[in-house]
């Protein structure tokens, strides 16, 4: 009797059914890894490469060892040979094909985004992470390069919660400091008032700190009156608490109607004006630990740099004014969401250029919570690249100024309104709005996750709603295209297909296979931080599709051939769909 379960992702099964028979051999140790990962489909489905590794280290013969470990694998009765059969390739390479009875059982058993759901769940279940994406701040609109965070930041969440995380979405917004000394000057200098209906009140306010700026860096005594404003603000004074209160208030609404948009929520917003009461513990707690000091009047961390001869760095976490800074007040944080969310992992999401401040705040973590005995969070930083113009360089307005957020967003829109009355004219203006909408705000979103968040990309409206390659217009339509399938065969997608199936053809083996590899792709992309990982997965599996639809026809007259061609088809748009999901984008079963 062989107690081989149907797993959801097989290669996390097969690495443990391994071990399992490695370490009954005395020929193994602890030390080794099966290293199982895909294989080239001439010689199998799976491979295991760790007995090259392992052999290697001990000084003993690849192959031999390969045959003791196949050996024990076939008496151990955990692979039933029914569904998968063992060979050695090369000097020891063990390979493992999965047969036609195995891919059904799992394609009847995974069925549809709830179940891959709960077989998901186990990989991070009972794990509280914090995210940090977004983070915009205030008194300005958001522009072009604010999306990266929005949509990278959005996409791990659902991921992570997906496999079964408690999920604390912290939108750590902008909302104190030095800023608003000129800001508040300017709209007392302007007589701006807050309380007027306006059409566009953040504009006025990015304006309005604009020209205070000008005022700022004009003369002196415009720089005293912006510092007397903030000193009073910091002081409490109720005229400006009150102008400044307005101010986040106005911001944040209309960083609310981007999010609404995006299909964005945050579970904490919490912004530095948060933070700001809760510094001097962090300033405590890190002189009496010895962990900071003094110098030059600012207190500071000091963290070796690489090279022997480098100076250590200057971690400065209280300016020598006695003011809090961003490195104050993200110590502050870590603090909070360790002992208030009991976060186990915070992970932020930033742009590239605070590499090094969150290298040496991460640095400055440790050394504080080891010092005190506090349970230290994992922290990770998943930072992002720079959206490029076509001409290479930070995209821009034809007048040099950053494209705001809000008007990218209009235009994703009004070009896929465009390309959808193209091609489908008969389509009623409330269901081409509809399309346009979500072909829009999803190629814009997948443009940005399709890419290795580490790189700069460059922005091409025409490649991004492309109908071809690697773009969410070309996911979307396979993921309408298979719903029509359904509508013509007029039954349900999510069809109990029975028992009598098979597959026989090379496409409908390629496309099952491709279909087994989703649990794969996801956890690599969550471990990565990475979405473009499941994004190619995805363009992969639809391009298997299409070489699989292409080749074979599924609405035939014989019922076992039609029903196995719908389950590859039905179980093909469920992962699509999840996966889009997953990545924050909307389908349509229709375009």
């Known amino acids: 009797m062989y107690s081989m379960q149907i797993a959801f992702n097989v290669i996390d099964q097969l690495n443990h059914i ?208 912006a510092r007397a404003e903030l000193v009073k603000l910091q002081k409490g004074d109720p005229e400006n608490v009150s102008l400044w209160e307005k101010i986040n208030k106005v911001s944040y609404a209309a960083f609310q109607k981007i999010y609404d948009m995006m299909n964005i929520q945050f579970d904490v917003v919490l912004g530095e004006s948060f933070y700001r009461n809760k510094v001097d513990r962090i300033y405590k707690e890190l002189l009496e630990t010895d962990v900071a000091q003094e110098s030059q009047g600012a207190l500071v961390v000091f963290h070796p740099t690489e090279g022997k001869d480098s100076a250590d ?51 400055t973590v440790d050394k504080w919570f080891d010092a005190k005995g506090y349970k230290k969070p994992e922290l990770r930083h998943a930072w992002f690249g720079t959206i490029l113009g076509e001409n290479g360089k930070a995209i821009k307005t034809r007048s040099g100024n950053p494209i705001k957020l809000k008007d990218l967003l209009q235009e994703a829109i009004d070009r896929a309104y465009k390309i959808v009355t193209e091609k489908n004219p008969t389509l009623d203006e409330s269901s081409r709005k509809h399309v346009a909408t979500i072909v829009g705000l999803g190629a814009l979103k997948y443009a940005d996750l399709s890419q290795n968040r580490t790189s700069d990309y460059i922005f091409s409206w025409d490649k991004i709603l492309s109908f071809e390659g690697n773009t969410a217009p070309y996911l979307l339509y396979a993921v309408a295209r298979i719903h029509s399938i359904f509508r013509k065969a007029n039954v349900p997608a999510d069809t109990n297909w029975g028992d009598n199936l098979s597959l026989e053809t090379h496409e409908e083996l390629t496309l099952a296979r491709k279909i087994v590899e989703f649990p794969t792709a996801l956890k690599h992309t969550i471990s990565e931080l990475r979405p473009h990982i499941l994004c190619t997965y995805l363009y992969e599996l639809s391009g298997c599709f299409s070489s699989f639809y292409n080749a074979n026809k599924v609405i035939v007259e014989e019922d076992n051939i039609r029903n196995s061609r719908l389950l590859l088809c039905s179980r093909t748009l469920c992962i699509l769909e999840t996966g889009l999901h997953l990545l924050g984008l909307e389908t349509l079963e229709k375009m």
């Open 18 to 225: 391994i071990s399992l028979a490695a370490n009954s051999l005395p020929e193994f140790s602890r030390e080794f890894q099966p290293e199982v990962r895909t294989a080239d489909p001439k010689f199998g489905d799976f491979q295991a490469n760790g007995v090259m590794s392992f052999a290697k280290k001990i000084k003993a013969n690849p192959r031999q060892l390969a045959e003791t470990l196949i050996n024990a694998l076939n008496t151990s009765n955990k692979l039933n040979p029914d569904f998968v059969t063992l060979s050695i390739a090369g000097p020891g390479f063990i390979n493992f094909k999965f047969l036609p009875k195995f891919y059904i059982e799992w394609l009847k058993l995974y069925n549809n985004e709830q179940s891959f759901h709960h077989a998901a769940d186990r990989i991070y279940h009972g794990k509280i992470i914090s995210i940090d994406y977004s983070s915009p701040n205030t008194a300005k609109q958001m522009h072009v390069g604010h999306i990266r965070s929005m949509v990278i930041g959005e996409a791990i969440q659902r991921m992570l919660r997906f496999c079964g995380a408690t999920i604390n979405r912290d939108n750590h917004i902008g909302d104190w400091g030095t800023q608003f000394g000129i800001i508040i000057m300017g709209v007392k200098e302007f007589n701006y008032n807050l309380d007027a209906p306006h059409d566009d009140p953040l504009e006025d306010l990015e304006d309005i700190y604009k020209k205070g700026n000008a005022l700022f860096e004009s003369s002196d005594t415009y720089k005293e009156r």
């Open 313 to 363: 760095y200057p971690f400065i976490i209280r300016k020598k004014d006695g003011a809090s800074n961003y490195s104050s007040t993200d110590l502050a944080t870590v603090l909070y969401h360790t002992e208030h969310t009991k976060a186990d992992e915070i992970i932020y999401v930033t742009d590239g250029r605070q590499q090094d401040h969150f290298k040496y705040l991460f640095a």
